[in-house]
Protein backbone atom coordinates (compact mmCIF):
# COMPACT_ATOMS: atom_id res chain seq x y z
CA UNK A 1 0.00 0.00 0.00
CA UNK A 2 1.29 3.53 -1.07
CA UNK A 3 -0.49 6.50 -0.37
CA UNK A 4 -3.33 4.06 0.72
CA UNK A 5 -3.73 2.46 -2.44
CA UNK A 6 -2.08 -0.84 -3.39
CA UNK A 7 0.50 -0.25 -6.25
CA UNK A 8 2.88 -3.17 -8.12
CA UNK A 9 6.23 -1.47 -7.28
CA UNK A 10 8.48 -4.78 -9.10
CA UNK A 11 8.72 -8.43 -9.59
CA UNK A 12 9.46 -11.16 -7.53
CA UNK A 13 9.81 -14.73 -8.82
CA UNK A 14 11.73 -18.08 -7.49
CA UNK A 15 11.21 -21.76 -7.66
CA UNK A 16 10.57 -23.92 -4.35
CA UNK A 17 12.32 -27.41 -4.12
CA UNK A 18 11.15 -29.66 -1.63
CA UNK A 19 14.13 -31.65 -0.63
CA UNK A 20 12.99 -33.29 2.60
CA UNK A 21 10.75 -35.73 0.10
CA UNK A 22 13.88 -36.46 -2.33
CA UNK A 23 15.88 -36.61 0.89
CA UNK A 24 13.61 -39.28 2.45
CA UNK A 25 13.37 -41.21 -0.60
CA UNK A 26 17.12 -41.17 -0.87
CA UNK A 27 16.54 -39.52 -4.88
CA UNK A 28 19.20 -37.70 -5.15
CA UNK A 29 19.42 -38.48 -8.42
CA UNK A 30 15.65 -37.38 -9.39
CA UNK A 31 17.45 -34.03 -7.91
CA UNK A 32 19.77 -33.52 -10.31
CA UNK A 33 17.00 -34.79 -12.85
CA UNK A 34 14.33 -32.24 -12.41
CA UNK A 35 17.11 -29.34 -12.13
CA UNK A 36 18.00 -30.13 -15.24
CA UNK A 37 14.50 -28.84 -16.34
CA UNK A 38 15.21 -25.99 -15.01
CA UNK A 39 17.82 -23.09 -17.00
CA UNK A 40 21.27 -23.39 -16.48
CA UNK A 41 21.12 -20.49 -13.80
CA UNK A 42 18.85 -22.42 -11.66
CA UNK A 43 20.53 -25.19 -12.05
CA UNK A 44 23.97 -23.89 -10.88
CA UNK A 45 23.10 -22.02 -8.13
CA UNK A 46 20.72 -24.67 -6.68
CA UNK A 47 23.55 -27.18 -6.70
CA UNK A 48 25.64 -24.84 -5.25
CA UNK A 49 23.48 -24.21 -2.66
CA UNK A 50 22.99 -28.13 -2.43
CA UNK A 51 26.84 -28.69 -1.83
CA UNK A 52 27.49 -25.37 0.55
CA UNK A 53 25.17 -26.25 2.98
CA UNK A 54 24.76 -30.01 2.22
CA UNK A 55 21.28 -29.67 1.98
CA UNK A 56 20.22 -32.85 1.04
CA UNK A 57 21.87 -34.83 3.39
CA UNK A 58 20.08 -36.33 6.64
CA UNK A 59 16.23 -35.43 6.39
CA UNK A 60 16.78 -32.66 3.73
CA UNK A 61 16.32 -29.19 4.02
CA UNK A 62 13.88 -27.09 1.64
CA UNK A 63 15.33 -24.93 -0.85
CA UNK A 64 13.98 -21.32 -2.57
CA UNK A 65 15.91 -20.19 -5.54
CA UNK A 66 15.02 -16.61 -5.76
CA UNK A 67 15.18 -16.43 -9.57
CA UNK A 68 13.87 -12.58 -10.29
CA UNK A 69 13.70 -9.23 -7.70
CA UNK A 70 12.92 -6.15 -9.37
CA UNK A 71 11.95 -2.62 -8.20
CA UNK A 72 10.81 -0.38 -10.50
CA UNK A 73 12.62 2.52 -10.75
CA UNK A 74 10.57 5.31 -9.76
CA UNK A 75 10.36 3.43 -6.15
CA UNK A 76 13.83 2.55 -5.59
CA UNK A 77 16.50 4.78 -3.36
CA UNK A 78 13.25 4.85 -0.30
CA UNK A 79 13.70 1.59 1.38
CA UNK A 80 11.14 0.03 -0.74
CA UNK A 81 13.28 -3.55 -1.93
CA UNK A 82 14.53 -4.14 1.65
CA UNK A 83 11.10 -3.82 2.80
CA UNK A 84 9.80 -6.05 0.36
CA UNK A 85 11.98 -8.80 0.53
CA UNK A 86 12.14 -8.72 4.51
CA UNK A 87 8.84 -9.86 4.34
CA UNK A 88 9.51 -12.33 1.59
CA UNK A 89 12.33 -13.64 3.88
CA UNK A 90 10.03 -13.67 7.03
CA UNK A 91 7.09 -15.42 5.25
CA UNK A 92 8.79 -17.68 2.53
CA UNK A 93 7.43 -20.70 4.26
CA UNK A 94 4.10 -19.33 4.36
CA UNK A 95 3.64 -18.56 0.85
CA UNK A 96 4.95 -21.83 -0.77
CA UNK A 97 2.87 -23.69 2.49
CA UNK A 98 6.07 -25.76 3.35
CA UNK A 99 9.15 -25.40 5.46
CA UNK A 100 12.06 -22.76 3.64
CA UNK A 101 15.69 -23.00 5.59
CA UNK A 102 17.84 -21.80 2.22
CA UNK A 103 17.23 -18.84 -0.17
CA UNK A 104 19.61 -19.28 -3.22
CA UNK A 105 20.30 -15.90 -5.71
CA UNK A 106 22.34 -14.72 -8.47
CA UNK A 107 23.01 -10.90 -7.60
CA UNK A 108 22.92 -9.64 -10.92
CA UNK A 109 21.55 -6.47 -12.58
CA UNK A 110 18.60 -7.19 -14.07
CA UNK A 111 15.74 -4.41 -16.48
CA UNK A 112 12.61 -4.90 -17.32
CA UNK A 113 13.23 -6.84 -20.16
CA UNK A 114 13.83 -10.23 -18.95
CA UNK A 115 16.00 -11.05 -21.64
CA UNK A 116 18.52 -8.51 -20.54
CA UNK A 117 21.85 -10.34 -19.56
CA UNK A 118 23.69 -8.30 -17.60
CA UNK A 119 27.38 -10.29 -18.81
CA UNK A 120 26.76 -9.86 -22.19
CA UNK A 121 24.85 -6.69 -22.48
CA UNK A 122 26.16 -4.34 -20.03
CA UNK A 123 29.73 -2.71 -19.43
CA UNK A 124 31.96 -4.64 -17.68
CA UNK A 125 33.26 -1.82 -15.66
CA UNK A 126 29.72 -0.54 -15.14
CA UNK A 127 28.59 -4.23 -14.03
CA UNK A 128 30.55 -5.14 -11.27
CA UNK A 129 30.01 -1.54 -9.69
CA UNK A 130 25.93 -2.96 -9.61
CA UNK A 131 27.26 -6.41 -8.45
CA UNK A 132 29.17 -5.09 -5.65
CA UNK A 133 26.18 -2.84 -4.61
CA UNK A 134 23.63 -5.66 -4.94
CA UNK A 135 25.94 -7.72 -2.94
CA UNK A 136 25.55 -5.16 -0.21
CA UNK A 137 22.43 -4.89 -0.30
CA UNK A 138 21.62 -8.88 -0.18
CA UNK A 139 23.70 -8.97 2.86
CA UNK A 140 22.49 -6.42 4.85
CA UNK A 141 19.23 -8.59 4.73
CA UNK A 142 21.62 -11.59 6.02
CA UNK A 143 22.81 -12.90 2.70
CA UNK A 144 26.38 -14.20 2.40
CA UNK A 145 28.39 -15.51 -0.77
CA UNK A 146 28.61 -19.24 -1.27
CA UNK A 147 31.98 -20.51 -1.17
CA UNK A 148 31.79 -22.93 -3.50
CA UNK A 149 30.67 -19.99 -5.80
CA UNK A 150 31.01 -16.55 -4.72
CA UNK A 151 29.82 -15.48 -7.84
CA UNK A 152 26.03 -16.58 -5.44
CA UNK A 153 24.87 -16.08 -2.17
CA UNK A 154 21.70 -17.61 0.21
CA UNK A 155 20.17 -17.05 3.42
CA UNK A 156 20.24 -19.71 6.07
CA UNK A 157 16.40 -18.94 7.37
CA UNK A 158 17.77 -20.95 11.09
CA UNK A 159 20.45 -18.39 11.17
CA UNK A 160 18.59 -14.99 10.83
CA UNK A 161 17.69 -13.09 13.78
CA UNK A 162 14.60 -11.14 13.72
CA UNK A 163 15.30 -8.52 16.10
CA UNK A 164 13.31 -5.51 16.74
CA UNK A 165 16.44 -2.84 14.94
CA UNK A 166 16.14 -4.97 11.89
CA UNK A 167 12.32 -4.25 11.62
CA UNK A 168 12.96 -0.73 12.94
CA UNK A 169 15.42 -0.22 10.29
CA UNK A 170 12.75 -0.62 7.66
CA UNK A 171 10.97 2.42 6.07
CA UNK A 172 6.97 2.06 6.19
CA UNK A 173 5.25 2.25 2.11
CA UNK A 174 2.12 4.16 3.24
Not at 70 to 80: D, L, N, V
Not at 146 to 167: A, G, H, Q, S
Request: net charge positive; glycine share 6%; with cysteine.
Amino acid sequence: MINGKEEIVGELTGHFFNLSILSKDKKRDELISLLHYYDEETFDICRSLVKETSCLKKQGKNIYHLDRFYIYPKYRGKGTGKIILDEFIRNVSNYVQDDIRYIGLFPDPITDDIEFDSKEDMDRNKRKVLVKNLKKFYSSLGFVEMKVNPEYMYLDLNKLKWTKKRLSNSLKLS
